[in-house]
């Protein structure tokens, strides 16, 4: 079966600092991953995805991902976290039976201090 | 303009009541998605429309029934409504045909007494 692990529930860092949120998957095939982020009493937004080629993906608000096909990972990071960045993370996988459904992580929530 | 709009945004109601949630989107997308988020923050899909025709039908109970009267919008019916529904629900949308990302709505939490 598809699915996607974040391992951490709650990722704390100070402003200013780089960030790094992980994800892993287990997938049959060829990988198609996403991340999301939810802002406090709000829908999901996208920031970016993994569909094949360079394995650093460049997303909205500054944050990138790395694409490990080796350790089957595809960790969020920022060079230099924001207070507002604190917010709800989630790592997903477009499932390869029925490509309209993704399959989410929990969702790690971070905590940037100022 | 919003993309992916949800009414209503909250939504407070008895056991055993019947209430709906509505969902439209002006993206032009093709598809369109229902998940429940539950307190705990997980997210799961619950059904997804392709042109108005049902594609995903997760495990979820039959007085859960969703319409989609045209592309745009995908409306959400739920039947005797029990404790245990008291979810945030999303709708989502986005193009078909490839790898495309979703746009979620605002949410619907739904308390039930």
């Known amino acids: 079966a598809q699915s996607v692990a974040q391992p951490e529930d709650q990722v704390n860092v100070a402003e200013g600092n780089p960030l790094t949120v992980k994800c892993t998957y287990s997938v049959s095939g060829n990988p198609y991953l996403f991340w999301y982020v939810q802002y406090p009493n709000r829908g999901l937004q996208f920031l970016l995805k993994y569909i094949t080629g360079d394995n650093l993906v460049k997303g909205s608000y500054g944050f990138e991902a790395e694409f490990n096909k080796s350790q089957t990972s595809f960790h969020l990071k920022k060079p230099s976290a924001l207070v507002s960045d604190s917010a709800l993370y989630f790592c997903a996988v477009r499932d390869w039976r029925n490509t309209d459904k993704l399959i989410f992580g929990t969702g790690t929530r971070l905590q940037v201090f100022p | 303009d919003t993309a992916v709009s949800q009414t209503p945004k909250y939504l407070v109601t008895q056991m055993g009541n019947d209430k709906s949630i509505k969902c439209e989107q002006n993206?032009?997308?093709?598809?369109m998605y229902w998940y429940k988020q539950d307190s705990k923050k997980f997210l799961k899909i619950m059904f997804s429309y392709n042109n108005k025709e049902l594609i995903i039908n997760e495990t979820v109970p039959n007085r859960f029934s969703p319409k989609s009267p045209d592309k745009a919008h995908l409306n959400l019916h739920i039947n005797s409504l029990e404790l245990g529904d008291s979810a945030v629900y999303f709708c989502?949308?986005?193009?078909?045909?490839?790898?495309?990302?979703?746009?979620f709505g605002p949410g619907t939490r739904l308390t039930v007494t």
């Open positions: 989502a949308s986005s193009q078909a045909g490839g790898v495309y990302e979703q746009y």
């Open positions: 993206l032009g997308h093709d598809t």
